[in-house]
């Protein structure tokens, strides 16, 4: 018995042997262990199909990290008026530089106006990182609401272009149908592969925290910081931050005056108080989510002070108001979306109670000001504020009468102050004023690009409104996200006095960047890899 066992076990070690070493008479060679093992890892390295997926995933995630970062630095940094020095340098294209030589009213330097803002290369730099993850995110987009959103902007953005061929002034016109279509670029990017409502909201919150902080500042310095100064002496880091010099004794500076006393608003990095006031509420309204969270209440009630007073310091009724529309707007989103439960209502209540004090502080300080801000002054000559009123009635006759004349197709994007100065010079009354933009952007909408215009630009703003319900419907709207529609209600109010959302490249990204983050989905993450790595 044992004899046949050994016998039996020698057999199947022989088998196994001449398995392994078989004789293989079609390529005339023996197959060893080692060749059969390597035969088949490579076998397996080419032929696994997640092997490449997954490189390109690990890609495309390296990539949207830095797509995030640079939007976020976008967001925070978007309102300052911020102007490369090397736009001017011998290596930049001669058709960009020559024009940028010529004086600064000719048509040659307006028609590239655009290149003087550090945002353009910021947002061309975010598009070549979309480019190479092949449009991440635009797959969804089509397949989701959001793309009827996305094809009226895209419209709006051709139609603007086409309005060039009809406008006077061609060389501003083209400026701002490029700035149209980076701002629609950047727009696209944000909801179709942006950071999460929350993050934004925090890079908004941010960037009015560094932007009241100055603007505090300049109004306690009564001039400028001279940001520049410390930039070329101590940060040597080559920010060419544009700080207007400012007086408040020279002429046309934005001041407040009471008591004989001229009093220099807060402007910022910015060209004039009311953007700086339009992007400080922006960023007080994106931080009110914060006062739902009782362990984010300390951090809350430091970014609404620092952001009110700053704001209060720019004198501008357009922010203010744009502020009080915000808060609206948010508190209404919160209630309806079930936020302001227990905790939530404590944390409105603390913001209230908050807000009080600020303005009620600021009230006592600035009293005689703000008077005089309010029309109630005694100078014994035409307030700013009389005059400034005067102005925007002026402008806004001559919109209407610009619209009755082009009702369809307008007079072309970027060309109403052109417009305005030519109504100035024929009007009877000899007044003393400048063509500028009318202080409404519904009515300058109608005046450049006509009816058509109009049907676009309500087509964004309707589908927007659209998707704003179907969050709520879904139970997708999160407080953060409640918080920049609420930024967007803010500056759709202000278009009522103010333009600058509408003209200003700067303030473009924001309004248009806000509303796409308030539309991208709340739950994504950045660049998840959904292959097995253990195969």
């Known amino acids: 018995m044992l004899r046949q066992t050994i016998q039996l076990q020698s057999i199947l070690a022989s088998n196994v042997i001449s398995d392994k070493f078989s004789f ?49 630095f976008i967001f925070f940094s978007a309102t300052w008026w911020w102007r490369p020095r090397w736009a001017y340098a011998k290596w930049v294209p001669d058709f960009f530089r020559e024009r940028l030589s010529y004086p600064s009213n000719t048509q040659e330097y307006l028609s590239v106006y655009y290149i003087r803002f550090t945002l353009v290369y910021l947002v061309a730099i975010l598009a070549c990182l979309w480019v190479l993850t092949m449009f991440k995110g635009l797959r969804e987009l089509v397949l989701d609401g959001r793309i009827w959103w996305a094809a009226g902007l895209v419209l709006l953005s051709l139609y603007i272009r086409l309005s060039v061929g009809w406008a006077d002034q061609k060389g501003i016109a083209n400026s701002q149908a490029i ?10 990017i944000v909801t179709c592969n942006g950071p999460q409502p929350r993050w ?74 009311n953007p700086l006031a339009g992007g400080l509420a922006v960023g007080i309204i994106a931080g009110l989510w914060m006062w739902l969270k009782p362990e984010m209440r300390r951090t809350a009630a430091w970014v609404t002070t620092i952001g009110v007073w700053g704001l209060l310091l720019t004198f501008s009724r357009s922010g203010i108001g744009s502020l009080a529309v915000g808060l609206i707007v948010t508190i209404g989103l919160f209630f309806i979306n079930r936020n302001l439960k227990g905790d939530g209502w404590r944390g409105i209540v603390a913001l209230a109670i908050m807000l009080a004090l600020v303005v009620g502080v600021f009230y006592i300080g600035y009293r005689p000001l703000i008077e005089s801000r309010a029309g109630d002054g005694e100078e014994g000559l035409p307030s700013v504020e009389d005059i400034s009123i005067a ?50 952007i519904y009515h300058l909408i109608l005046a450049e ?87």
Not at 179 to 188: D, P, R
Not at 203 to 217: M, N, Q, R, S
Not at 243 to 263: L, M, N, W
Not at 402 to 413: A, M, Q, S
């Open 24 to 72: 293989n008479p079609v390529s005339a060679r023996r197959i060893y262990p080692r060749d059969f093992i390597l035969s088949n890892h490579r076998k397996s390295f080419s032929m696994n199909p997640s092997s490449t997926p997954l490189l390109w995933q690990r890609w495309t995630q390296y990539l949207t990290y830095a797509m995030h970062g640079l939007i976020l």
């Open 391 to 440: 102005a925007r009635e002026i402008l806004t006759e001559q919109a209407r009468e610009i619209f009755r004349d082009h009702r369809w197709t307008g007079i072309g994007i970027g060309n109403f102050p052109w417009e305005s100065q030519k109504l100035i010079d024929q009007d009877p009354r000899n007044l003393d004023m400048q063509g500028t933009n009318v202080h409404n």
């Open 200 to 273: 934004v909201a925090t890079a908004l919150v941010g960037g009015t925290i560094f932007h009241a902080a100055i603007a505090i500042t300049q109004s306690a310095l009564q001039h400028e910081v001279n940001l520049g100064w410390l930039d070329q002496h101590w940060l040597k880091i080559g920010l060419d931050l544009v700080e207007y010099r400012r007086s408040p004794d020279a002429s046309g500076v934005p001041v407040v005056q009471a008591d004989g006393v001229r009093f220099l608003r807060a402007y910022g990095l910015t060209s004039h108080p």
């Open 179 to 188: 700035q149209w279509m980076l701002v629609t670029i950047f727009a696209l």
């Open 449 to 535: 690009l006509g009816i058509v215009g109009v049907a676009f630009t309500s087509w964004v703003f309707i589908f927007a409104v659209g998707l704003l319900w179907i969050q709520w419907r879904e139970g997708k709207l999160s407080p953060e996200a409640a918080c920049l529609w609420g930024a967007v209600g803010a500056w759709l109010a202000v278009g009522w006095y103010d333009y600058y959302h509408w003209v200003i490249f700067t303030h473009q990204i924001i309004f248009w960047g806000v509303m796409a983050a308030a539309l991208t989905p709340s739950n994504r993450r950045s660049g998840d890899i959904e292959a097995d790595e253990t195969d």
